[in-house]
């Protein structure tokens, strides 16, 4: 191993080592008490998506083994996500169509340990890919030259966006700076459209399923008239989370291997079957147990074969997304180089994650994100831990730094027009987060004006309510620091409650920066 690299992992797992020390020393990592739980749909493989809501916000990394205590059985799972008090979990056994309660039983470390275990194994030169060039200097990088200028006259994307891609072309390490509102995500899509176009591999990264399938989704749409999805030129590998994908049959590994392979074949037909069972289970129709478990035993039986050909078809396709723990976790990816690897929602993903997908990159190393937005978490607050776990690779590059004094980064691009926000609005987040760098895409004035339009704050796209003279007083929770502030939380609903009997067809979202504060 490069002796700079070297250096670099043994600080990364100084820094594990003492998150997985905070992690077990903290109560609440370890059982989490879990209610009101529903089924959701069949995963795609072996599990059952469930949603579940907790008296807290759940903090745990994506692809976590997790056990359930439901009822006096365990059972394994696996943590698919979260969002405030809401969690998916991938159970390993049907619990029924409902579940009025169960505990969840972590150990989050073990991913972080397999993490160290992969850093620790990159001992080959040969197979760093851009890991070294990915903690270095800026520097221009020519490894795909066939893409230089291939964006100038894309008709599917605007001046900054086509400006960002071609920064892509010029330097094999590079980061994309995309707000919100911009078509980053749209942009991701179209970088790598070209790439099925010119035969590259690409690994297609995000720290978390819901990002992953954002991701994805946006290829697919991208590809649409084309035939590079029908000829499986792209897989979803894990856990599906995004309803829109469910249907997309070409992105589906399972689906990809039925139209090749008999065992598949009869594995994917199990599984329909299956999933009209669980159907009749979440209409609380009568659930014919014995069927289910007859088709549960016939899928186990093929599993073991199906597995292979699973493993072989990650191995070859072309354009594979998956999150970064499962790259961490599968020895199948990590026994492959890409030509580009990307890594979208950059800011969130810890910058070990980041350096162990460059090492997948044999050609180029592509973030995209907004520094702007949340940063890495972790529960401890050792040196080692602030520098490497809680700062993303924005920070560590020096670019956030750079872009808040003003300075030129040459290996970085920012999408400038945004196509989501009123103009006001836009005006606010530009000035106060972007350095008034932000525009307006066409017609944005006329798609948000019908809104800003509605009372009570008739033509203000942005309003402020002071509830000073209310006496609010803030809470915190017993547990946590999470807040509570139940004068503002009445008015907020009065508010909604008025626009809703006045505008019952429209929607509203209430957003606050405290779980308690949403509940």
């Known amino acids: 191993m490069n002796e700079e690299l070297a250096v670099h992992i043994a600080a990364f797992a100084a820094a594990i080592e003492d998150e997985v020390t905070a ?17 959701v749909s069949d995963s795609g493989d072996e599990n059952f998506l469930y949603f579940f809501s907790t008296p807290y916000e759940v903090n745990l990394p994506e692809e976590a083994m997790i056990q359930l205590e439901v009822d006096g059985r365990v059972v394994q799972g696996i943590y698919v996500g979260g969002d405030r008090d809401l969690v998916s979990i991938a159970s390993s056994e049907f619990l029924g169509a409902r579940v009025r309660a169960a505990t969840m039983i972590a150990t989050p470390w073990d991913l972080l340990l397999k993490l ?6 990159l001992v080959d030169d040969d197979d ?28 599917w994307l605007d001046p900054s966006q086509r400006d960002a891609l071609q920064k892509v072309a010029e330097r094999d390490v590079s980061f994309i700076w995309g707000p919100p509102g911009t078509g980053k995500t749209r942009t991701v899509a179209y970088l790598v459209r070209e790439l099925i176009e010119r035969h590259k591999s690409v690994l297609l990264l995000a720290h978390s399923n819901a ?13 649409r008239g084309t035939p590079y999805l029908s000829c499986g030129a792209m897989i979803r590998y894990g856990i599906l989370t995004k309803r829109d994908l469910l249907v997309e049959s070409n992105i589906n590994p399972l689906n990809i291997l039925a139209r090749r392979n008999v065992d598949a074949e009869r594995f ?66 990590m026994e492959r180089l890409f030509d580009v690897v990307i890594i979208d929602e950059a800011s969130m993903s810890l910058v070990p994650y980041d350096v162990l997908a460059a090492s997948r990159a044999q050609g180029k190393i592509v973030f995209t994100g907004d520094f702007m937005q949340l940063p890495p978490i972790a529960s401890g607050t050792t040196p080692a831990i602030r520098e490497w776990l809680q700062r993303d690779i924005y920070q560590v590059r020096g670019i956030t730094k750079a872009v808040r004094a003003g300075q030129d980064v040459p290996d ?33 004035i006329v798609r948000t004006s019908s809104i800003a339009r509605l009372a009570p704050f008739e033509g203000q796209a942005m309003a402020e309510v002071d509830t000073s003279l209310l006496q609010a007083r803030c809470y915190r929770e017993v547990k946590g620091y999470s807040r509570l502030n139940l004068v503002e939380a009445v008015t907020v609903m009065t508010i909604a409650a008025g626009m809703l009997s006045r505008y019952p067809d429209i929607s509203i979202g209430v957003v606050t920066p405290y779980a308690v504060q949403a509940r």
């Open 128 to 155: 760093c890919g851009r890991a070294l060039a990915l903690l270095g200097p800026p520097a221009p990088g020519d490894s795909l030259p066939e893409l230089n200028g291939v964006f100038a006259d894309n008709r």
């Open 412 to 444: 970085m691009a920012m999408l400038r027009t945004q196509y989501r926000m009123h103009p006001s609005i836009r005006s606010a987040v530009s000035r106060l987060f972007y350095q008034d760098r932000l525009d307006d895409g066409e017609r944005i």
């Open 211 to 223: 990002a992953v399938d954002v991701a994805t989704l946006a290829v697919v749409n991208a590809c």
């Open 116 to 121: 160290e275990d992969r850093l620790n194994a």
């Open 23 to 39: 992690e077990k020393a903290s109560e609440r990592t370890h059982r989490h008490a879990l209610v009101e739980g529903t089924l």
């Open 268 to 333: 994917v037909g199990l599984q329909s079957r299956r999933r009209d069972l669980l159907e009749h289970a979440k209409r609380e129709e009568l659930f014919d147990t014995a069927e289910f478990e007859m088709v549960r035993s016939d899928m186990g039986k093929l599993r073991h074969r199906v597995d292979k050909e699973l493993k072989k078809l990650v191995a070859e396709t072309q354009v594979v997304a998956t999150t970064l723990t499962k790259l961490a976790l599968s020895d199948e990816l």
